[in-house]
T-cell receptor
């Protein structure tokens, strides 16, 4: 079945460092791709999405590009802040539901 | 709108007891999802409803789990009898149309501990 694979965490960075969290997927057809973020003690929130190949989703300084040729949707941010510390989930749409990766914890220190 | 509302926020119970988790979706949303989050397995979809009708319950782990949606504004997830391995965070989410291209709105979750 359709699935999402994320890099294992935690990812530990200093403030203002560059962030990459890898995400690859396996899917039949052409799914939409998503990044969700979960702050401590809260539910998941949509961070960004892309609906077709070569689309770039962006929000709050985060970006991800839908790469069909490499079946990837890597999350990037040029300069992270302490407030970005959270768990990040990559997801794809599959038959009316979302399939999530296992999540990657990001820890940003001052 | 207040968002997706789940209750209780925390539940501690003993093995063998019945546990009922509650969810109020965002008004007007046609889809409701129940997820379970654990360290080992990440976020798993248990069941989802469309217009109050269960569409896919293939993620429900076993017969001890059941979910209902008696009306558009309320859903329950019941575990009877509960076991320690059921300890997890249970999330409810809703969406306006469907998951494809439409974002899910998550509640804050119920932290369940079964002793």
């Amino acid at each position: 079945g359709d699935s999402v694979t994320q890099m294992e965490g935690p990812v530990t960075l200093s403030e203002e460092a560059f962030l990459t969290i890898n995400c690859t997927y396996t899917a039949t057809g052409y799914p939409s791709l998503f990044w969700y973020v979960q702050y401590p003690g809260e539910g998941l929130q949509l961070l960004l999405k892309a609906t077709k190949a070569d689309d770039k989703g962006s929000n709050k300084g985060f970006e991800a590009t839908y790469r069909k040729e490499t079946t990837s949707f890597h999350l990037e941010k040029g300069s992270v802040q302490v407030s970005d510390s959270a768990v990040y989930f990559c997801a794809l749409s599959s038959f009316q539901k979302l399939v999530f990766g296992t999540g990657t914890r990001l820890l940003v220190s001052p | 709108d207040a968002g997706v509302i789940q209750s209780p926020r925390h539940e501690v119970t003993e093995m063998g007891q019945e546990v009922t988790l509650r969810c109020k979706p965002i008004s007007g949303h046609d889809y409701l999802f129940w997820y379970r989050q654990t360290m080992m397995r990440g976020l798993e979809l248990l069941i989802y409803f469309n217009n109050n009708v269960p569409i896919d319950d293939s993620g429900m782990p076993e017969d001890r789990f059941s979910a209902k949606m008696p009306n558009a504004s309320f859903s329950t997830l019941k575990i009877q009898p509960s076991e320690p391995r059921d300890s997890a965070v249970y999330f409810c989410a809703s969406s306006l149309y469907q998951a494809t291209n439409e974002k899910l709105f998550f509640g804050s979750g119920t932290q369940l501990s079964v002793l």
